[in-house]
């Protein structure tokens, strides 16, 4: 049983920072896909953030230069580093995984709330 849980969620104030955190059940490796997704309040589910077992790391446009995913996979854990936070990045945070030993199933976390306000 696959599971992706999501920690690190918070309320910061614009231009601050955050680092989230997803723990998967299973070496990061085994999946052919890992990323990050968000949904803010009456808005569809968006990428953020996705990387291949190759290490081919993309993300949208409204982050490059400001997140950064990376993963560690002594700890079975992949992160999103979030600096220079905006009120428009204020969402609903979801780790995804894809691909568990090529069975071509998605999996999600729960999600983690991120707020960003003064």
């Known amino acids: 049983q696959v599971q992706l849980v999501e920690s690190g969620g918070g309320l910061v104030q614009p231009g601050g920072s955050l680092r989230l955190s997803c723990a998967a059940s299973d070496n990061i490796f085994s999946f052919n896909v890992m990323g990050w997704y968000r949904q803010a309040p009456g808005k569809e589910r968006e990428l953020v953030a996705r990387t291949t077992r190759g290490g081919s790391t993309m993300y949208a446009d409204a982050v490059k230069g400001r997140f950064t995913y990376s993963g560690d996979n002594a700890k079975n854990t992949v992160y999103l580093q979030m600096n220079g936070l905006k009120p428009e990045d204020t969402a609903v945070y979801f780790c995804?995984?894809?691909?568990?030993?090529?069975?071509?199933?998605?999996?999600w976390g729960q999600g983690t709330q991120v707020t960003v306000s003064s």
């Open positions: 995804q995984a894809a691909g568990y030993y090529n069975n071509g199933l998605v999996y």
